[in-house]
């Protein structure tokens, strides 16, 4: 199925969708100090405008994003990077790196190669922006960190206090993701070391907007 999918910079009329599956992706797990935001209708309103507000005013976040597309130009998933110098959620972007702020694939799109696909589009991108660095956040117990390592992340390590301080920043922010019975607690940070250098058909255009 991944040979049929091409990557596009989303336009006007798909921001829509990017802005749904981050919600939808969002809406399951979004906490504030334990209290679930999940079904809080102006949590989503909020993203909604956040959202609208960056596609008018941020040509560059735009030029970072990649929608997949199957045959027919049915969006199936999307890719958000963010370069140094541009604002990102919860994360600080260093010169030479380009981090993966969100990724996500419709449900019925998953296990069949859009998403390695979605981060071979970033990590091209990267490459041609002259980075050397390639950067994600992994909560622990979500399925992506196989893909993830297949692909060539590694785990950063993490001191105990770094550990105990993520623990707790993912509690208060995702609650228990994946079950209260979980094993898992806190985020991998996950880093891969690539070559800078221009890539056959990509260019990377900042835009020069706010
Ligand atoms: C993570 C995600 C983007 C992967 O996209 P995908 O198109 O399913 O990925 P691919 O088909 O290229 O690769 C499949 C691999 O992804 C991983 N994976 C993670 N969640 C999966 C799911 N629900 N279904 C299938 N594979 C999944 C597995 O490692 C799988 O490999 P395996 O079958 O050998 O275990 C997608 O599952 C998704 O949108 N998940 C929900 C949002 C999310 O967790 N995003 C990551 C935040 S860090």
């Known amino acids: 199925m991944s040979d049929s999918v091409q990557i596009v910079n989303p336009d006007d009329s798909q921001i829509e969708f990017v802005v749904q599956v981050q919600t939808d992706f969002l809406n399951s797990k979004h906490m504030c100090c ?3 935001l999940g079904n809080c209708e102006s949590v989503s309103e909020k993203t909604k405008q956040l959202n609208a507000v960056s596609k008018v005013s941020q040509t560059s976040v735009r030029s970072y994003a990649g929608l997949a597309l199957d045959s027919s130009g049915r969006p199936l998933g999307y890719i958000q990077l963010k370069g140094h110098g541009m604002y990102c959620d919860m994360h600080k972007v260093k010169p030479g790196e380009v981090h993966v702020e969100s990724l996500a694939v419709l449900p019925e799109a998953r296990g ?4 390695r696909k979605l981060l071979q589009w970033g990590e091209d991108k990267a490459k041609a922006d002259g980075c050397s660095l390639y950067s994600l956040a992994v909560l622990k117990g979500n399925p992506a960190l196989r893909l993830y ?3 060539g992340f590694v785990k950063k390590e993490a001191d105990c206090v770094e550990a105990c301080m993520a623990n707790m920043f993912v509690l208060c922010c995702f609650g228990r993701p994946y079950g209260c019975c979980d094993q898992h607690f ?6 891969k070391k690539i070559e800078p250098g221009a890539v056959e ?3 990377m255009d900042r835009g020069g907007g706010a």
């Open 149 to 151: 390592e297949r692909f």
């Open 186 to 191: 806190g985020a991998y940070d996950m880093e």
């Open 201 to 203: 058909g990509v260019t």
């Open 34 to 36: 334990l209290i679930p």
């Open 112 to 115: 069949k190669g859009v998403g």
